[in-house]
C-alpha cells in the first residue's frame, strides 16, 4: 500500500481529533525540545562541535568501504562475527540461520529501528520463536500490536489505563492504572524472560570501527540485560552508523543524548567489543553483528547521501510542526517526522511513499535542531522534482502548475486571465476565500496592486 | 549560512517586488509598503514586467518552470540598485535560492549574486535605510500592542528577527512574544491546499498563542502566512477572532502617518 | 555471484576526492571543584553521592545504607578495593558472593538485593562511571540487583568524555559501561519512573584522600 496524501491525511485527521494524543504530543516533543536547547547551551561550544560532526560524518561516508572494512577486521580480532545483508531479506536469513542453528526459542530484543526496518519480528514468529520486546514502550506496542509512533518515544499515544489492560490480558493478573505499578510489574516480568532468553537481539546507536566495538545507549537497561544474559547476541546496525575513530564516537556521543532528550548522556553507554574472554565472569559466548544495506549504499555519492549522517536522535521530530500534529503513523514508516519523510521515500520508494516529501512546509525548523545539520528541506525538495520526473504528481496538478507559469509569464496575460477567473470566482466566493472543487483558496482581490501602482506611481 | 547581508543601498530609488500573492490577493500589502516607504524619503518605482519570483514551482518541484520564473525576475530587478519586498519568503527566494537555482549557467549565476546582495525584505531594508529622512512622528501615538510572528524564511534562511521587532518598536508599539513566535504556521504554501487539515490545525495552534499574548493584534512581515492565518481565524466555530491580523507594512504604515 | 559483502563494497566506491577526516576534538571541559560537578551531574540523574576520607569511612557509610535498605545478600566484583571492603561487611553480617565462589553466580546476582563494585574512572563533567567487565569483574553485578553501589576515588576523576577515549590505549575489554544514573523511563504518558530494568538506585560513595 503506497502513502498517498489521501492515506497521509486520513491518519493524520484521526491524530487530530484525538485531544488526549494531541496534549500527549505536544507535552513530549515540548519538553524534549526545551531540555535539548538546555542541554546544549549547557556545552561551551555546542555550535562548533556540531560543525566538527558534520565534517566527520561528511569524511566518514565519502570512504565508507573503507571504514567497514576496518571495523570488520578488528571485530573478527575480538572473536564477533560479522554478517553483510544487502537488503531486508538477507538481513532476516541471516537471522534466522543463527536462531535455527542454535535451537533457540525464546528471543528478547532491545530497541531496534533497524529491526523494525526490515520486519523482524514477524519473520522470527512466523519461523515459530518466541520474540519479546524489552523496551518498555516498544512492549506495550506489541502487546497492542501497533506500530512505534515515535523515535525515542514508542508508546506516546498510549494512556496509562490502556497499558493496564494490555498488561492484564497478557498476564491475566489484575493490573493498576497507576504509572509506578505498572513499572513494576513490567521490571518483574521482564525479568524473567531475560534471565530465560536464549538469544538478545539488539539495534546498534554506532559502531567504532577503530577497535570493532559497538555502543549501545539506554536508560532502562533492557539493552545491558539484551547483550549481557542470553548465551548469544545478534546486533544488527545500518552500515551508515560508522564512526571511524574513538574520537569521532566521543563526539557522536556528546551530541546524541543532548540532542534526543537533553540528557548529556544516556543513562547506560554499553561499549561491546567481541564475546566474552575465556577469563570473563558473563556475557554471550557468541556475537554476531550484522551490518544492513538495505538502500543505503545506493545514496552514496548522490545529493541524497548527506541522509546517511543521520543518527537517529529525534530531534527532528520535536522540532517539526507537522509531526506535532499528525503524529507519527501517518508516515507508516519506521522512520517519521523529517527524517522519516527523507529517507522512508529513498529507501523503500519513491512511489511507496509519494506523500511524505510533501508532509512538510519546509520551515526548516528540523535543520536547526539536527546535530548533524542535515540540510532536510533541501532533499524534501530534491524528493518533489524526483516526483515530478517520474511523474508521481496527478495529471491535473501538472497542468495546474504549468498553466500559472504560462499565465506568469507575461504580464498581460495575467491580466485577462485574472479578469475572467474573477469572472468565474463569483459564484464560489465566501468572504475573503473561494470554495470550489473541495478546495479553499483565498479570493482575487478586486483590483491588483499593479493596477493601483500605474496610477500612483512610475514605470 | 552564508553571508546574504544585503550591502548599504546607495541611491533613494528602489524598485518594488510586490509578489503574485500581495499583487493578487493583498495588494494593501503593497499600498502601505509603497507609502511608507515614501514616507522615508525612498522612490518607488514597480516594474510592471514583474509577476512571480517562482517559490511556488521550486517549493512543489517543478523546476523548469521555476527557472524560468527566476531568470524573468532578475531580468525585471537587476537595473536597480535595490529592491525592496514585503515578503520574507520571496525574499529569501531571491538572495538564497536564485544563485544555487542557477548554478549550472556561471553567467546567470553572477547575475543572481548580483541581484541577491541588493535584494531586501522590508524590515531589513528599513533598518539599513539613512533613517535622517524619517517623518517626524505625530505627537502621541494610539496605544497598540502586538504579537510578532517570525515567518519561517525569513527567520531562518535570512535571520532577520530583530528588524521587524525594531521597526514596530519605532512607532510605539508595545511587543508581546508568544510562546513559539518562530513555530510555522501551516501555510507552506501548497501545503495548505494538500493538506488542509493539518495547516489549519498548526494555524490554530499559532493563533492560540498568539491570543495567549493578550496582545491586540498579531503582525507578520509574510503575505502567504497572513492569509492562513486569517482563513484560520474566520473558520473557529463561529467565534470572532480575539485580534487583529495585519501585515507588517499595514501596521507601519498607519502608526507613521 | 558475488557475496552480500562485495556488492555492497562495489556500490560504496570511494568517491573521487575524499576529505580527511578531521583533527581530533582538541577542546576539554575542566571544572574547578571536580567533586562538586560529579556530585551535581549524577545528582541531576536521581543517583546519590556520599563523601567519606577513607575506606573505612566507605565501607561504613556502605553498611549503613545496607542496613537502612533493607539488604541482605550482596553480590561483588572481584575488585581490590571491593574486596577489602567486603571484608568489613561480612563481619557486619552481610552475605556477600564473589565471581567464582557460586556454582551459579548469575543467579546469585538475580537474587541479590545489592551489588557492590568499584569503577574504573569516573567522567566528572557528565556524572558518569566507566566499568569494564572482564577477569573477576561481573556485567551483571551493577545490572541485576536493585541497588548498585560502585566506590570511586577522586583520585579517578577524570574531566569528561573526550579526555577518557583519548587515553584509550590497547585492547577494548568485550564490554565497558557508562553508567550515569539508575535505570528510568518515561514510557508510559511521558512520566518519568526511576527503576526499570536496571539498578532502582545508583549509589557512588566517594573516597577523597
Given at each position: 500500500?503506497?502513502?498517498?496524501v ?10 487530530l ?5 494531541q ?12 531540555e535539548r536547547?538546555?542541554a546544549?547551551q ?6 562548533a562541535l556540531?560543525?566538527?560532526f558534520k565534517?566527520?560524518r561528511?569524511?566518514t ?6 571504514h567497514?572494512r576496518e571495523?570488520e577486521?578488528n571485530a ?6 560479522v ?17 535455527r542453528?542454535?535451537?533457540?526459542r ?14 523482524l ?6 519461523a515459530g520463536?518466541?520474540v ?10 506489541q ?6 509512533s515515535h523515535?525515542?518515544a514508542p508508546a506516546i499515544?498510549?494512556?496509562k489505563?490502556q497499558?493496564?489492560e494490555?498488561?492484564?490480558a497478557e498476564?491475566g493478573?489484575?493490573a493498576?492504572?497507576e ?13 524473567q524472560v531475560?534471565?530465560?532468553a ?9 559502531a ?10 539506554s536508560n ?6 539484551v547483550t549481557?544474559?542470553?548465551r548469544i547476541h545478534i546486533?544488527?546496525i545500518g ?9 569521532a ?5 556528546s551530541?546524541?543524548a ?21 577469563d ?9 553483528i ?11 555519492g ?5 541522509a ?6 529525534g530531534?527532528?521530530?520535536?522540532a517539526?510542526?507537522?509531526y ?6 501517518a508516515?507508516?514508516s519506521?522512520?517519521?517526522g523529517?527524517?522519516?519523510a527523507v529517507?522512508s ?5 519513491l512511489?511507496e511513499?509519494?506523500?511524505?516529501p ?13 546535530p548533524?545539520?542535515?540540510d532536510?528541506p ?6 518533489r522534482?524526483a516526483?515530478?520526473?517520474?511523474g ?6 501538472v497542468?495546474?502548475?504549468r498553466?500559472?507559469?504560462w499565465?506568469?509569464?507575461k504580464?498581460?496575460?495575467?491580466k ?7 469572472v468565474?470566482q ?8 473561494v ?13 491588483p ?5 500605474r496610477?500612483?506611481?512610475r514605470? | ?14 524598485a518594488l517586488f510586490a509578489?503574485?500573492?500581495?499583487d493578487?490577493?493583498?495588494p494593501?500589502a503593497?499600498?502601505?509598503?509603497t507609502r ?10 514597480f ?6 519570483c ?12 521555476a527557472i524560468?520564473r527566476?531568470?524573468?525576475?532578475i531580468?525585471?530587478l ?10 520574507g519568503?520571496c ?24 541581484l541577491?546582495?541588493r535584494?531586501?525584505e522590508?524590515s531589513?531594508?528599513l533598518?539599513?535605510?539613512?533613517a ?6 505625530p505627537g502621541?501615538r494610539t496605544?497598540l500592542?502586538?504579537?510578532?510572528h517570525?515567518?519561517c524564511h ?8 530583530s528588524q ?8 510605539g508599539v508595545?511587543?508581546l ?6 513555530r510555522?504556521?501551516g501555510f507552506?504554501g501548497?501545503?495548505?491546499?494538500r493538506?488542509?487539515?493539518?495547516a489549519r490545525a498548526?494555524g490554530v495552534?499559532?493563533?492560540h498563542?498568539?491570543?495567549r499574548s493578550?496582545a491586540?493584534v498579531?503582525v507578520?512581515a509574510?503575505p502567504?502566512?497572513?492569509?492562513h492565518?486569517?482563513?484560520c481565524?474566520?473558520?473557529q ?5 480575539l485580534?487583529?491580523?495585519?501585515h507588517?507594512a499595514s ?7 | 555471484m558475488n557475496s ?5 563494497l562495489n556500490r560504496l566506491s ?5 576529505p ?8 576539554r571541559?575542566?571544572?574547578e571543584?571536580?567533586a562538586?560537578?560529579?556530585e551535581?551531574a549524577?545528582?541531576?540523574a ?5 563523601r567519606?576520607g577513607?575506606l ?11 542496613e537502612?535498605?533493607?539488604?541482605e545478600r550482596?553480590?561483588?566484583n572481584?575488585?581490590?578495593?571491593v ?17 567464582g565462589e557460586?556454582?551459579d ?5 538475580a ?5 557492590l563494585?568499584?569503577?574504573v574512572?569516573?567522567l ?5 562511571l566507566v566499568?569494564?567487565g572482564?577477569p573477576g569483574?561481573?556485567?551483571l553485578?551493577s545490572l541485576?540487583p ?5 566506590v570511586?576515588?577522586?583520585s ?7 579526555t577518557?577515549?583519548?587515553r ?8 565497558t ?10 514510557d ?12 532502582k538506585?545508583?549509589?557512588?560513595i566517594?573516597i577523597?584522600e
Amino acid at each position: 500500500m503506497t502513502t498517498t496524501v489521501r492515506n497521509f491525511r486520513q491518519t493524520a485527521r484521526i491524530a487530530l481529533d484525538d485531544i488526549r494524543l494531541q496534549n500527549a504530543l505536544d507535552g513530549a516533543t515540548g519538553r524534549f525540545r526545551k531540555e535539548r536547547d538546555q542541554a546544549l547551551q549547557e556545552l561551551p561550544d555546542a555550535e562548533a562541535l556540531r560543525d566538527h560532526f558534520k565534517v566527520v560524518r561528511d569524511a566518514t561516508l565519502a570512504d565508507l568501504g573503507a571504514h567497514l572494512r576496518e571495523f570488520e577486521s578488528n571485530a573478527l580480532k575480538a572473536g564477533a562475527h560479522v554478517h553483510w545483508a544487502s537488503d531486508a531479506a538477507a538481513a532476516r536469513e541471516v537471522i534466522l540461520a543463527i536462531a535455527r542453528r542454535n535451537g533457540v526459542r525464546k528471543i528478547v530484543k532491545s530497541k531496534s529501528m533497524a529491526a523494525e526496518e526490515i520486519e523482524l519480528n514477524a519473520a522470527l514468529e512466523g519461523a515459530g520463536f518466541e520474540v519479546i520486546e524489552t523496551d518498555l514502550g516498544e512492549r506495550i506496542v506489541q502487546l497492542a500490536g501497533e506500530p512505534p509512533s515515535h523515535i525515542i518515544a514508542p508508546a506516546i499515544h498510549k494512556t496509562k489505563e490502556q497499558v493496564a489492560e494490555l498488561f492484564q490480558a497478557e498476564s491475566g493478573e489484575p493490573a493498576p492504572a497507576e504509572i509506578q505499578a505498572l513499572t513494576e510489574i513490567a521490571r518483574r516480568r521482564l525479568r524473567q524472560v531475560f534471565l530465560q532468553a536464549d538469544l538478545g537481539i539488539s539495534g546498534g546507536n554506532l559502531a567504532v570501527a577503530e577497535t570493532g566495538s559497538l555502543v549501545l545507549v539506554s536508560n532502562e537497561g533492557n539493552a545491558r540485560m539484551v547483550t549481557s544474559l542470553p548465551r548469544i547476541h545478534i546486533a544488527l546496525i545500518g552500515i551508515e552508523k560508522i564512526a571511524p575513530t574513538w574520537d569521532a564516537a566521543a563526539v557522536w556521543l556528546s551530541l546524541l543524548a543532548r540532542s534526543a532528550t537533553g540528557q548529556p548522556l544516556s543513562i547506560y553507554t554499553s561499549i561491546l567489543t567481541g564475546p566474552r574472554r575465556p577469563d570473563d565472569v558473563d556475557g554471550p559466548e557468541e556475537v554476531h553483528i550484522v551490518l544492513l544495506d538495505n538502500g543505503r549504499s545506493r545514496l552514496v555519492g548522490t545529493k541524497f547521501e548527506e541522509a546517511l549522517q543521520c543518527i537517529r536522535c529525534g530531534a527532528c521530530l520535536n522540532a517539526c510542526p507537522v509531526y506535532r500534529e499528525a503524529g507519527g503513523h501517518a508516515y507508516a514508516s519506521p522512520y517519521s517526522g523529517p527524517i522519516g519523510a527523507v529517507i522512508s521515500p529513498l529507501l523503500f520508494g519513491l512511489k511507496e511513499y509519494e506523500a511524505l516529501p510533501h508532509a512538510s512546509t519546509l520551515c526548516g525548523a528540523c535543520l536547526e535542531v539536527c546535530p548533524v545539520r542535515i540540510d532536510l528541506p533541501r532533499m524534501l525538495i530534491a524528493l518533489r522534482q524526483a516526483s515530478v520526473s517520474v511523474g508521481l504528481p496527478s495529471g491535473n496538478e501538472v497542468r495546474a502548475f504549468r498553466s500559472a507559469a504560462w499565465i506568469l509569464a507575461k504580464p498581460a496575460r495575467l491580466k485577462w486571465v485574472r479578469w475572467l477567473l474573477r469572472v468565474l470566482q463569483t459564484p464560489f466566493k465566501r468572504g475573503s476565500r473561494v470554495l470550489i472543487l473541495g478546495f479553499n483558496l483565498p479570493a482575487l482581490a478586486a483590483t491588483p496592486f499593479r493596477n493601483w501602482q500605474r496610477k500612483h506611481g512610475r514605470r | 549560512m552564508k553571508d546574504i547581508t544585503a550591502v548599504q543601498p546607495t541611491s533613494s530609488t528602489v524598485a518594488l517586488f510586490a509578489t503574485c500573492m500581495v499583487d493578487q490577493f493583498l495588494p494593501e500589502a503593497g499600498i502601505a509598503t509603497t507609502r511608507l516607504l515614501e514616507r522615508f524619503g525612498v522612490q518607488v518605482e514597480f516594474p510592471q514586467s514583474q509577476t512571480c519570483c517562482g517559490q511556488p514551482f521550486f517549493n512543489s518541484g517543478h523546476r523548469p518552470e521555476a527557472i524560468a520564473r527566476v531568470k524573468a525576475t532578475i531580468a525585471s530587478l537587476e537595473s536597480y540598485e535595490a529592491v525592496v519586498l514585503p515578503s520574507g519568503s520571496c525574499s529569501a527566494m531571491i538572495k538564497v535560492e536564485y544563485s544555487h537555482l542557477l548554478e549550472e549557467d556561471p553567467g546567470w549565476k553572477l547575475r543572481a549574486e548580483n541581484l541577491s546582495q541588493r535584494t531586501f525584505e522590508l524590515s531589513e531594508f528599513l533598518a539599513v535605510w539613512n533613517a535622517s529622512t524619517a517623518p517626524r512622528s505625530p505627537g502621541t501615538r494610539t496605544q497598540l500592542s502586538a504579537t510578532y510572528h517570525d515567518s519561517c524564511h525569513m527567520c531562518r534562511l535570512l535571520g532577520l528577527r530583530s528588524q521587524p521587532r525594531q521597526a514596530l518598536a519605532a512607532t510605539g508599539v508595545e511587543l508581546l512574544e508568544m510562546a513559539e513566535p518562530d513555530r510555522c504556521c501551516g501555510f507552506g504554501g501548497s501545503f495548505s491546499i494538500r493538506m488542509p487539515e493539518i495547516a489549519r490545525a498548526m494555524g490554530v495552534e499559532k493563533l492560540h498563542q498568539a491570543e495567549r499574548s493578550g496582545a491586540q493584534v498579531l503582525v507578520t512581515a509574510d503575505p502567504g502566512c497572513l492569509l492562513h492565518l486569517r482563513q484560520c481565524a474566520d473558520s473557529q466555530d463561529g467565534r470572532p477572532p480575539l485580534l487583529g491580523i495585519e501585515h507588517l507594512a499595514s501596521v507601519l504604515e498607519e502608526r507613521t502617518r | 555471484m558475488n557475496s552480500d559483502r562485495e556488492q555492497i563494497l562495489n556500490r560504496l566506491s570511494r568517491r573521487a576526492i575524499v576529505p580527511d577526516l578531521p583533527a581530533g576534538w582538541s577542546s576539554r571541559r575542566r571544572f574547578e571543584d571536580l567533586a562538586g560537578r560529579f556530585e551535581h551531574a549524577l545528582q541531576a540523574a536521581r543517583g546519590e553521592v556520599y563523601r567519606v576520607g577513607s575506606l573505612e569511612q566507605a565501607a561504613g557509610k556502605i553498611a549503613s545504607i545496607f542496613e537502612q535498605a533493607g539488604v541482605e545478600r550482596v553480590v561483588c566484583n572481584r575488585e581490590p578495593v571491593v574486596v577489602e571492603i567486603g571484608v568489613s561487611l561480612v563481619r557486619s553480617g552481610f552475605e556477600l558472593t564473589f565471581p567464582g565462589e557460586a556454582v551459579d553466580f548469575r543467579s546469585a546476582c538475580a537474587g541479590a538485593q545489592a551489588g557492590l563494585t568499584a569503577a574504573v574512572a569516573g567522567l566528572v563533567e557528565t556524572g558518569t562511571l566507566v566499568l569494564h567487565g572482564g577477569p573477576g569483574c561481573s556485567r551483571l553485578v551493577s545490572l541485576l540487583p536493585a541497588i548498585h553501589i560502585a566506590v570511586l576515588a577522586s583520585s579517578q576523576f577524570t574531566g569528561d568524555l573526550f579526555t577518557w577515549t583519548s587515553r584509550r590505549a590497547g585492547k577494548m575489554p568485550a564490554a565497558t559501561t557508562l553508567i550515569s544514573g539508575p535505570s528510568k523511563t518515561a514510557d508510559i504518558e511521558q512520566t518519568m519512573t526511576i527503576g526499570m530494568h536496571g539498578p532502582k538506585r545508583l549509589i557512588v560513595i566517594l573516597i577523597e584522600e
